[in-house]
């Protein structure tokens, strides 16, 4: 059964910092490439990071210097370390996985979603 977790939303104040987690089990971890993606209420899902098997990253410029993803291959675990947070931050944060070679942008390219993680940023 595939299943992603992820975890470490939560309330911070503008400025702060969280740590999204996802944890994947029931696909080889190190043969994905990974995802983040966030959803506001009424909008389509919204590309924040990609990460490559082999570790290589991409961001969207919106996100770019403020917004950091990892992998960790022996736990199966891929991480969005989110700093200098801003109310516009606040959505529903999502981790995907696709069995592919190359990040994608695009929400409909990725095969497998966890069940989000609510971020909220106050002013």
């Known amino acids: 059964q595939v299943q992603l977790v992820e975890s470490g939303g939560g309330l911070v104040q503008a400025g702060g910092s969280l740590r999204l987690s996802c944890a994947v089990s029931?696909?080889?971890?190190?043969?994905?490439?990974m995802g983040w993606f966030r959803q506001y209420p009424g909008k389509e899902r919204e590309f924040v990071a990609g990460?490559?098997?082999?570790?290589?990253?991409y961001y969207p410029d919106s996100v770019k210097g403020r917004i950091a993803c990892s992998r960790d291959n022996a736990k199966n675990t891929v991480y969005l370390q989110m700093n200098s947070l801003k109310p516009e931050d606040t959505a529903v944060y999502y981790c995907?996985?696709?069995?592919?070679?190359?990040?994608?942008?695009?929400?409909?390219?990725?095969?497998?979603w966890g069940q989000g993680t609510q971020v909220t940023v106050s002013s």
């Open positions: 990460i490559s098997r082999s570790g290589g990253t």
């Open positions: 029931g696909l080889t971890f190190s043969s994905l490439v």
């Open positions: 995907a996985a696709r069995a592919t070679t190359y990040i994608s942008t695009s929400a409909r390219e990725y095969n497998y």
